[in-house]
């Protein structure tokens, strides 16, 4: 049986699926990035898309839509300045200007609800417009 995490705040639930999706990806790097997204009628919070441990932030920003607000979250690897590997994770909260005031408000109210189910985030990253969550803003947070 599917289970699904409350969010007290909102009303909203974050399907087992958003969990299990995060946790390979913060423990196994099966996924690039995660997109979530709610429906509004089931008051779930689901997965959108994933993109593969080959994909790029690119591709991430691609899958955006113009219109409508999504949650992602990225898994960011860089070379430390005394040449380590790192990996960070960050959360996206991606509301566009174009997107309904409804969708805009929703996913602003339910927001702290998913990051609290997605343990281990590094760094937050809220955008209206692709150039307030572009690669340099990420290298930027990360360094």
């Not at 593969?52 to 070379?79: H, K, M, N, Q, W």
């Not at 040449?83 to 991606?94: E, M, Q, T, Y």
Request: aromatic share 12%.
């Amino acid at each position: 049986m599917a289970m699904a995490f409350k969010m007290a705040t909102t009303g909203m639930w974050v399907t087992d699926e958003c969990k299990n999706s995060f946790m390979e990806m913060k423990w196994k790097k099966v996924h690039r990035y995660i997109v979530f997204k709610i429906d509004e009628k089931s008051r779930l919070v689901t997965v959108d898309k994933v993109g593969g441990p080959g994909e790029s932030y690119d591709d991430l920003t691609a899958s955006l839509p113009i219109d409508d607000c999504r949650y992602a979250v990225f898994d960011f690897d860089f070379v430390t300045v005394d040449n380590c590997r790192k990996s960070k994770l960050f959360f996206i909260a991606w509301s566009p200007a174009a997107s309904r005031i409804r969708a805009k408000m929703l996913y602003a109210t339910s927001k702290d609800g998913l990051r609290r189910v997605l343990d281990g985030i590094s760094y937050e990253v809220q955008a209206t417009d692709p150039t307030e969550m572009g690669i340099d803003v990420i290298k930027h947070k990360a360094n």
